[in-house]
């Protein structure tokens, strides 16, 4: 027995009145997603518990079978990883993203206008920066994916205690503070505020940002770093579960967890991490991984994207791909031997732009399972499943289960 993992980050949602009640997945009439609903059993997933709004990090982790509160060093660590930089464990990582500010150094687009080709163009400025702050330490920059990017910091007396927050829709970008007395985090403090400066100069006046603002697109101005981390340490898929795992992902911090997994990564041209992420060749890419793997993780960024941009229409579209990639799969897997799990790693509400510790629809299939009668992938469809009211730490043990490799008590 095979199994397919298939996450829609940030699908979940709640009902909206400009859907008549509806939720955008109960809009968009999945019928893939409801044939998988129709064989298998559904259920309600909280990916850590009852409660908490979980970052995709933390819940995917939750999802593999790894325990955050044990596993987790912060975000940068998975980011760097997945970007394919080679972390010591001196380093210290960073989700560092393209923004826009204007004169008074207000974010006035928290993804400089969804930039794209032009990042990476701007990206090969910020090579081999010299900063004065710390002149033993090596600045690592990588732009991953539009406007998303990572900052290693490698050398010594570094610290990831220090206040690198998110970058927020028109709120000044506040310097960076250290977050305890210590000289290492007062000097990541200084090294990072010196970096947002240095990038701001640097791309402020950069041709292309005046190409683009002559074309009416926000400059991408200025790198915020935030979510530090260090080099995570998981157990491999293999090792703690016997299983051979691929992941099919677009974003760096979902690669990175599944590499550190054990997993392989593979990598599909096309796959943006937004709504346009191209989800036939991501389902192609799944079901070649699927012959020589006994476990494939397919996971769709673009739910999220559409939600934290308030756009309806947006996450009704990337759900139908996202149906439709599923059909492509099931039309092209003997659900005799392959077992499904559906899920969304979160609930993200459109009308909130951000992720709320509502409980998301899972559904199981397994060619042997009792069916429990619901024949809709839906936030509300789910309630009257059979699975109840599971964890994120409860998917792997159930899906082994169902691949007739019980986790046995205590181990
Ligand atoms: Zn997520
Ligand atoms: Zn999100």
Not at 75 to 85: D, K, L, S, T
Not at 115 to 120: L, V
Not at 171 to 176: A, L
Not at 260 to 287: F, H, P, Q, R, Y
């Amino acid at each position: 027995m095979k199994a397919i993992i298939i996450i829609g980050d940030g699908m979940a949602d709640r009902q909206l009145k400009e859907l008549n009640y509806l939720t955008p997945l109960e809009a968009a009439e999945p019928k893939n997603m409801n044939r998988i609903a129709s064989l298998g059993t559904s259920g309600l997933l909280y990916a850590i518990s009852p409660g908490i709004a979980p970052e995709s990090d933390v819940a995917t982790l939750a999802i593999l079978g790894q325990d955050p509160y044990k596993v987790y060093t912060g975000r940068g660590g998975f980011e760097a990883i997945g970007a394919g930089i080679e972390l010591r464990n001196e380093d210290i990582a960073f989700r560092c993203d393209f923004a826009t500010v204007n004169e008074d150094f207000v974010i006035v687009d928290e993804k400089a206008g969804r930039i794209r080709e032009d990042a990476t163009e701007l990206a090969t400025q910020i090579q081999d920066l010299k900063l004065k702050s710390a002149t033993d330490i090596e600045v690592i920059f990588k732009q991953t994916l539009g406007f998303k990017g990572v900052l290693v910091l490698r050398g010594e007396n570094l610290s990831t205690n220090v206040s690198a927050c998110k970058p927020k829709l028109n709120t000044r970008v506040n310097s960076i503070k250290p977050l305890d007395c210590s000289p290492e985090a007062k000097r990541t403090a200084d090294i990072l505020n010196e970096f947002i400066r240095v990038s701001h100069s640097i791309l402020k006046d950069h041709p292309i940002n005046r190409e683009r603002r002559f074309r009416g697109q926000p400059p991408a101005n200025v790198l915020i770093p935030w979510g530090g981390g260090r080099k995570p340490s998981l157990s491999p898929l293999h090792k703690k579960y016997g299983l051979r795992g691929a992941c099919v992902a677009a974003v760096s911090l979902i690669k990175g967890i599944c590499k550190l997994s054990g997993m392989d990564i593979i990598s599909v041209s096309g796959a943006t991490g937004e709504v346009d992420t191209d989800t036939t060749a991501k389902a192609n890419a799944a079901l070649k991984a699927i012959k020589d793997h006994d476990l494939v993780l397919i996971h769709v960024e673009g739910p999220d994207e559409a939600s934290h941009d308030g756009d309806l229409a947006g996450k009704i579209l990337i759900i139908k791909k996202i149906d439709t990639m599923i059909g492509t799969i099931l039309e092209n897997i003997d659900l005799e031997e392959t077992c499904i799990a559906l899920l969304a790693d979160h609930a993200t509400s459109l009308k909130l732009k951000k992720h709320t510790a509502d409980p998301t629809p899972i559904t199981i299939t397994s060619p042997d399972i009792v069916r429990d009668g619901v024949t809709h992938y839906s936030e509300r469809a789910a309630y009257k499943g059979g699975l109840g009211n599971i964890y994120g730490k409860h998917v792997m043990p159930i899906l082994l289960n169902l691949m007739g490799k019980p986790v046995e008590f205590g181990v």
